[in-house]
């Protein structure tokens, strides 16, 4: 069959990131204490650009929550690039794609979809993907809980037995058939409750080594007044500033200026005008968060915790009209000032139970319960129900089954240890 090259048209549809957009979603994720950061480095590049925060200000002290050290994952991470010699294209993916973790410090996307988002080629992403899972602590830059175990098990120079068991029979060790994993090994169950221990010590979650023991300096953006069961917003300045070109700086410049630097001064000047637009949008897309927050939440701050109401972010999403990614940005380390203390935004979500009852305490409990259990006698389902009923939170077990599993947690019969007994 003979074969011809030939010319075709194809019209298609694909998503241009612009660096613009990126920026804006770069700022609406930011904390108050990273905004302030970003924009004083701006400040630094950009003469004319003046920061003013308005309105409200933070006075109390008790609505402040300070550690002394004020070091960012992202500052801690980012120092890691100091150890390679990378070319600044290969530098600005690596950033890129860290700003791109999730909370357990793992990519979300494919290489395919890094390409789509940045415009590099594959092989580049990949380059950029192995020396981030050279960062410590080891296991960042991982896809997945069971390949950050791979990585870590790999680092440490642990046996070929027990890399093997994670990499092909993850899913026997994890849920706990061990009868079936030995077998198929030739090993003892008191050698794979071994490798369970030595695993155990690793991290499913390397981003939160970082950030359990990064020092936090945490402002509230917002505080919630309760005044004869009424509720007031009181949105604080420090947590939404402005920029404007700096007036006084212009006025040091002689009269007479070339094309040059006219050209330097419009660039500078369009720069300042973006910032604000972007500040803008983001005060905007999280007042309008909070004050969703506080109209779904007012029996919990008039009342207590213990009327914290089922809502998710996909409610939210579609009541505001905004993508669900983009609620998970805004409420990301965002604070409110309670009567009962500093709150996290995000500690409002949660999925909700087939009761008017937090799935997000229900879970709490669980975890709690099987935290505390005798391990040779773990608690079953049936049991935690009955424990959550003497707490007059009456759910099915059928419910308590599927937070456990959300919580990644194994049955009764999967959770009970073999130990050897000394004779």
Not at 55 to 73: A, F, H, K, R
Not at 191 to 213: K, N, R
Request: hydrophobic fraction near 35%.
């Amino acid at each position: 069959m003979e074969q011809r090259l030939s010319q075709r048209q194809f019209q298609t549809q694909k998503l241009a990131m612009t660096q613009s957009l990126r920026q804006s979603l770069e700022i609406l994720n930011f904390s108050t204490y990273e905004l302030d950061s970003f924009l004083r480095d701006k400040q630094q590049e950009n003469p004319w650009l003046k920061i003013r925060s308005k309105g409200p200000t933070l006075i109390s002290p008790e609505m402040v929550l300070q550690i002394p050290d004020q070091t960012s994952y992202k500052d801690i991470l980012y120092s890691q690039l100091i150890d390679f010699q990378l070319t600044d294209e290969l530098t600005q993916l690596v950033k890129w794609l860290l700003d791109d973790l999730n909370e357990d410090g793992f990519l979300i996307d494919s290489l395919a979809e890094y390409g789509k988002w940045t415009n590099k080629p594959e092989s580049l992403i990949k380059e950029a993907i192995d020396i981030i899972q050279q960062f410590e602590p080891i296991g960042i830059g991982a896809f997945s809980k069971q390949h950050a175990l791979i990585l870590q098990a790999t680092y440490h120079e642990m046996s070929k037995q027990t890399i093997d068991i994670v990499k092909n029979h993850f899913d026997l060790l994890i849920n706990r058939k061990w009868k079936e994993l030995a077998k198929k090994m030739h090993i003892s169950l008191e050698e794979i409750q071994q490798v369970a221990d030595t695993l155990s010590e690793f991290s499913t979650s390397p981003l939160q080594l970082i950030t359990e023991h990064k020092a936090a300096y945490i402002q509230p953006d917002a505080c919630v007044l309760v005044e004869e069961e009424e509720l007031n917003i009181i949105f604080y300045g420090h947590a939404f500033p402005k920029v404007h070109i700096d007036k006084s700086y212009m006025k040091t410049l002689p009269s007479q200026i070339d094309a040059d630097v006219m050209t330097y001064m419009k660039q500078k000047s369009k720069e300042i005008s973006n910032i604000d637009g972007q500040l803008q949008w983001r005060k905007s897309t999280l007042q309008r968060i909070i004050q969703e927050i506080v109209h779904r939440q007012q029996n919990y701050f008039i009342h207590g915790t213990q009327f914290l109401v089922p809502m998710t972010m996909t409610d939210v999403a579609e009541l505001l009209e905004l993508h669900e990614s983009t609620v998970s940005r805004a409420v990301r380390e965002k604070y409110l000032q309670t009567q009962t203390g500093v709150v996290s935004l995000k500690s409002f979500f949660s999925q909700p139970s087939t009761e008017d009852v937090s799935a997000t305490h229900v879970k709490a409990r669980i975890q709690s319960f099987i935290d505390h259990e005798e391990k040779d006698k773990p608690l079953s389902d049936q049991k935690i129900v009955d424990m959550l009923t003497k707490e007059r939170i009456h759910l099915s077990r059928r419910v308590i089954t599927k937070y456990r599993k959300q919580l990644l947690i194994v049955s009764s019969s999967k959770r009970k240890r073999f130990e050897r007994k000394d004779s």
